[in-house]
């Protein structure tokens, strides 16, 4: 069983700092990762996705992988009020996509 | 681009009844599709994994039979939920990746359904 773990927070963080999101991962072969925004009520959103170790910027979103740790982060600078949302880790292997449950972010006015 | 919709955005129905759920890709051809149920408050569940022009793979726990896949065209799949009962009342959810978007999927806005 492939497992994807995130904590479930919430994470709360004040306007304008930064929101650092953590997952992990069970499969050493996995190769594809994503992170995902879900807003209440809403399907998820494509962030962002990163396939080598290292970091991966767009914006004010920054993922990073470690492979070796089996550890995959989004760090949110300047986080904002409309940031407020669950943040999906997925992982895909054998063709399918493994989510974690999800960390719920509350940026505070 | 990565368009995906789904129809009918809700939906209302009598116990015992059939639904069913359009997924379609707008500006893509999505090769493979995935359909998700997800409670309130808990994470996306996978149900089945379906190929254009082939039969579904549902996850375990799934019942083929009572979630029927058609994955006609590379364009379209649909989700039936038949007899239905309140116990499936969920928020259905499909994604799609395609031959171009192969390693990434693309949600469409879901299905809310209620069962009476």
């Known amino acids: 069983q492939k497992e994807v773990e995130q904590n479930s927070g919430p994470l709360s963080v004040p306007e304008g700092a930064i929101a650092s999101l953590n997952c992990t991962y069970s499969d050493r072969g996995s190769q594809s990762f994503f992170w995902y925004r879900q807003y209440s009520g809403k399907s998820p959103e494509l962030i962002m996705s990163i396939y080598s170790n290292g970091d991966k910027e767009d914006g004010r979103f920054t993922a990073q992988l470690n492979k070796a740790s089996q550890y995959v982060s989004l760090l949110i600078r300047d986080s904002q009020p409309s940031d407020s949302a669950t943040y999906l880790c997925a992982v895909k292997g054998g063709g399918k996509f493994y989510f974690g449950s999800g960390t719920k972010l509350n940026v505070k006015p | 681009g990565a368009v995906v919709s789904q129809h009918p955005s809700w939906v209302i129905c009598k116990s015992g009844t059939s639904v069913k759920i359009e997924c379609r890709s707008l500006?893509?051809?999505?090769?493979?599709m995935f359909w998700y149920r997800q409670f309130p408050k808990q994470s996306l569940m996978l149900m089945a994994t379906s190929n254009e022009g082939s039969k579904a793979t549902y996850e375990q726990g799934v019942e083929k039979d009572k979630f029927l896949i058609n994955h006609a065209s590379l364009t379209l799949s649909t989700l039936t939920v038949t007899s239905a009962h309140p116990e499936d009342s969920s928020f259905y959810i499909c994604s799609a990746g395609g031959t171009i978007h192969t390693d990434t999927q693309y949600f469409g806005p879901g299905t809310r359904l209620t069962v009476l």
């Open positions: 500006d893509f051809q999505a090769t493979t």
